[in-house]
């Protein structure tokens, strides 16, 4: 079955950075998953990490936190286990950052009309359905 994706939040800074970015092979489109933990929703990404330097392998490393705002955006679509695309949007290194620090920053989609119901059809006065 296919769904309709549609923008749940078009561009959202993660915070508590668990990963150096400069260095943890991050690209723009990377996929990404979402996680609840005890402090709210946590992002992970699947990155290649070889083995030895020669094997490859790919590794589940956890990136950070989503921020208040964006996290009650998200719960309604986590708590029903729909489907969700979430991609890397934009990279700030560390060498690059200014004061606030390096960033990073996702995109999530869903299916909006499972959290979000539809508006009731508007009849015209003096017409018959």
Known sequence: MQHLFQPIIHKAR?????VNVGRAGLTLNDAAELQQNDRGVGVHVL???PFLGVIPRRKRVY???L???????VQPHLDRGGPLRVRIVG???EHLAGPDGPEVHVSV???LDNVIP????LTQPGHNA
């Open 67 to 73: 921020g208040p705002a964006a996290c009650a955006l």
């Open 118 to 121: 539809a508006a009731p059809p």
């Open 91 to 93: 990279l700030t290194p």
């Open 47 to 49: 990155l290649q990490r």
């Open 14 to 18: 993660l915070q508590a950075l668990a």
């Open 109 to 111: 989609w869903g299916v």
């Open 63 to 65: 990136l950070g936190q």
